[in-house]
């Protein structure tokens, strides 16, 4: 079975340029993470998605951050404008939450350099 | 910030059973204690969760201690492929509010 697909792996861009990363989850999940990891930081979660809602955006760092998922085989974080501190790897994670304590499941991640 | 305590670093022999410990002491009744690792550059990789009793799979074993206080993961026979960082997790899930918080995690080298 294929797992969460991530696109593209690596992004190098410059400042002030939007960027935008993409996650096809696993299929038959309801629920994608968004998380963040740097060195300073650590791995990180930026937002949840059930059920195509955004349920937790508590972690998105500020309003330069968005992120949408129109149907529930697509999700993107977008940045605009984009700064070098956004810099990192970032991740996305499907489950299926349903009361069963199901394990996420990660992509490779996208690696984004932000010049 | 993370609710579990692991070592920074261990080494294990190749061939060997690595043990990783794990403290979770102000673990609630209906938080999951989960296994992931992380090998350079890719994302997470999922290796096994459990709630009270030990669990088993093709990867690893989990052993959690009867008051649920502290857990041990064990990869009875290590390779150099499991070299990676690994964390562990105590969470209920996105269901009752608790999203995961990975903290720094125990960077496990296999040594040949």
């Known amino acids: 079975d294929a797992g969460v697909i991530q696109s593209p792996r690596h992004e190098v861009t410059e400042m002030g340029q939007e960027v935008t990363l993409r996650c096809k989850p696993i299929?038959?999940?309801?629920?994608l993470f968004w998380y963040r990891q740097t060195m300073m930081r650590g791995l990180e979660l930026l937002i949840y998605?059930?059920?195509?809602?955004?349920?937790?955006d508590s972690g998105m760092p500020e309003d330069r951050f968005s992120a949408k998922m129109p149907n529930a085989s697509f999700s993107t974080l977008k940045i605009q404008p984009s700064e070098p501190r956004d810099s990192a790897v970032y991740f996305c994670?499907?489950?299926?939450?349903?009361?069963?304590?199901?394990?996420?499941?990660f992509g490779d991640g996208t690696r984004l350099s932000i010049l | 910030d993370a609710k579990t305590t692991q070592p920074t670093s261990m080494d294990c022999a190749e061939g060997r059973a690595a043990n990783l410990p794990c403290n979770h002491s102000t673990i609630s009744g209906n938080e999951y204690v989960y296994w992931y690792r992380q090998i350079h550059s890719q994302g997470p990789q999922y290796i096994i969760h459990?709630?009270?009793n030990n669990e088993t799979n093709e990867m690893a074993s989990l052993i959690i201690t009867e008051d649920r206080k502290s857990s041990t993961l064990i990869l009875p026979h290590a390779t150099l492929r499991d070299t990676a960082v690994y964390y562990c997790?105590?969470?209920?899930?996105?269901?009752?509010?608790?999203?995961?918080?990975f903290g720094p995690g125990t960077r496990l080298s296999v040594l040949p």
């Open positions: 994670a499907s489950s299926w939450t349903g009361g069963s304590n199901q394990p996420q499941h």
């Open positions: 299929s038959g999940h309801n629920s």
């Open positions: 998605f059930n059920n195509n809602v955004p349920i937790d």
């Open positions: 997790i105590v969470s209920s899930g996105p269901d009752y509010g608790q999203n995961f918080v």
């Open positions: 459990g709630l009270k």
